[in-house]
């Protein structure tokens, strides 16, 4: 299934640390209007694509409703990333009714001490609440993203992600775009070491696990563990469009292939030589010599961010190919 996380504004009601979008706290200029944002609905139902909902904060685009409420009845799966601070009892009623099948709710630590410290004071006690409004009413999962701040987490978020009760956890490792910096990213030997700590935690939990941005997981992952292959998914199953209709192959990747605003989606999606080389596997250096180049890939984007190439060999894998 294609996987198409939505960008719908740059309005946040925090100002977090690590922001890939760099929100703030009104929306952007030229951000798809409701016309616009139907359309381009519209235009992606045939592909019956797994559609994420994010910003900045999602919550805040008075239109959203109608947008969720458009896609869910052309048979498209829609799933919101939040903060979760908003999210009152009332609120997680109407995203129920809304037919969002599934809220993603982003954590920085297992208690407030870390999660506080890169997005304000107060944030993980509002954060966690929403999750408490969730409950019952639709499946949340817990997104947190790795850095030199919070490495040592791991094991804390996966307890506290099962006492929530979250469907799944999804662990990202911090791409440095937007607000997040190249001095925030673990080593690539420590990533290898949190890989298979993930990897061993798999045996005794029962949660659903995906990591994202960590590739490399792809070779050490066991047959039945994780969702997916583990690999870079970047304009092969997924792809990212921004606040202003921008297509790029992933959100870390800010590789411009084109604009819902110029283009249809799906001929976008069908042609665009950028996206056909990454389908194609036409990868250099280590990463196009090394046995696991189709199964794991590289992370795109940090090629991409050291060298200016997105098909060069990716900096964060500790393997010599």
Known sequence: MLIIAWELTAACNLSCRYCRASASHEPDQGELDTDEAKRFVESIAPLKPMLILSGGEPLLRPDLFQIIRLAVSLGIRVSLASNGTLITSGLAEEIADSGVSRVSISLDGADAAMHDHGRGQGSFERSIKGIENLRGRVDFQINF???????????????????????????????PTGRGREEDVITPVRQEEMLRQIEGEMDRRTLE?????????????????????????????????????????CGYLPLRVGSVREKNFIEIWENSPELQALREGRLKGKCGRCEFSRSCGGCRARAYALTGDYLQSDPSCRLEA
Do not use: M, W
């Open 145 to 175: 993203t790795v850095t030199q701040k919070n490495q040592s987490e791991l094991i804390r978020i996966f307890d506290l992600a099962e006492k929530l009760g979250a469907a799944a956890l999804h662990i990202f490792f911090l791409v």
């Open 209 to 249: 696990v995906q990591v994202t941005c960590a590739p490399q997981y792809a070779r050490l992952k066991k047959p039945g563990h994780g969702r997916g292959s583990g690999g870079c998914l970047a304009g092969r199953r997924f792809v990212f469009v921004s606040r202003k209709g921008e297509v790029y192959p």
